[in-house]
């Protein structure tokens, strides 16, 4: 049988944070396979925890336990939840954080983490992560069942997701993060765009950029020139190759974070410009 996974994302940056969360776990499961996905969410920012866990969904074999912390709310009333969805688990803060495996899942179940004897022995009011979640993880890593750790809710918190729509003659998304090349990745989905542009050339605009056609990969455009593409994720995405398109827009990669996006249908396919 393979070790059980449990991937880790937090906003604890490079901080021994994360790996006491991980002794915890290792002390309950030792033959856990620990995977981090991502600590460098910015501080405090729920949303940009959620955009990390949305891009691995279907990634992950079954039976995978996902660990998450960003956590604004650690010491108040807010709930710890423990999520099975998609055939897997999802443990941390009842903040919107786990609003991309719910979308995704209509049949996901939340529970509240009420029973304490799957916690540490001393939970501080500052650290869940350590205390609360990380010990839940290892226990689902071990077999647990969810329902053991607390009641069923009904009402897990869900952020208000950016969703696509059509006006008239474009297609309207928004701008949901900026990657560390500085990449801009939209809301707007292959299949969605595709079938707006119904074989017509695109043209994408993002305030004063325009970008006419899309390109098959990075290298399509001349060095410095700005482009789009549907990338790895099949989401719509400004880039430059070579470059950094956030940067060279004055966008910070919060500051990027709903800036409108527009694909319009053009009438000849160009280089941008």
């Not at 940009?48 to 279907?58: D, K, S, T």
């Not at 912390?69 to 009842?94: C, E, F, K, N, T």
């Not at 918190?157 to 696509?164: N, T």
């Amino acid at each position: 049988m393979n070790p059980p996974i449990i991937t880790l994302t937090s906003d604890f940056g490079p901080d021994l944070f994360v790996g006491q969360m991980k002794g915890v776990i290792l002390g309950v499961c030792p033959r856990a396979r620990l995977v981090d996905l991502s600590h460098g969410v910015a501080s405090q920012d729920v949303w940009g925890g959620a955009l990390v866990l949305e891009q691995i969904l279907g990634v992950f074999p079954a039976g995978t336990v996902h660990l998450a912390v960003v956590d604004p709310g650690v010491g108040s009333q807010r709930r710890g939840l423990a999520i099975a969805a998609l055939g897997q688990y999802w443990v941390g803060p009842d903040n919107g954080l786990f609003t991309p495996p719910l979308r995704a899942d209509p049949g996901a179940k939340a529970y509240h983490l009420t029973n304490a004897r799957y916690f540490r022995p001393t939970v501080s009011a500052t650290f869940h992560g350590r205390d609360v979640f990380a010990p839940v993880a290892a226990h689902l890593a071990r077999g647990v069942s969810p329902a053991s750790l607390g009641p069923e809710v009904a009402d897990p918190v869900r952020l208000e997701w950016p969703l696509p729509r059509r006006d008239n003659d474009a297609l309207r998304g928004q701008v949901l993060f900026a990657d560390r090349f500085g990449n801009l990745i939209t809301n707007l989905e292959r299949g969605l765009v595709e079938e707006f542009l119904d074989g017509r050339p695109a043209r994408v605009e993002l305030g004063g950029l325009v970008v006419e056609g899309l390109s098959s990969c990075y290298a399509a455009a001349a060095p410095g020139q700005p482009l789009a593409l549907f990338n790895s994720l099949e989401r719509l995405e400004l880039a430059i190759n070579n470059g950094d398109l956030s940067g060279k827009l004055g966008l910070s990669p919060l500051g990027a974070r709903g800036a409108p996006v527009l694909v319009r249908a053009g009438e000849q396919t160009r280089q941008a410009r």
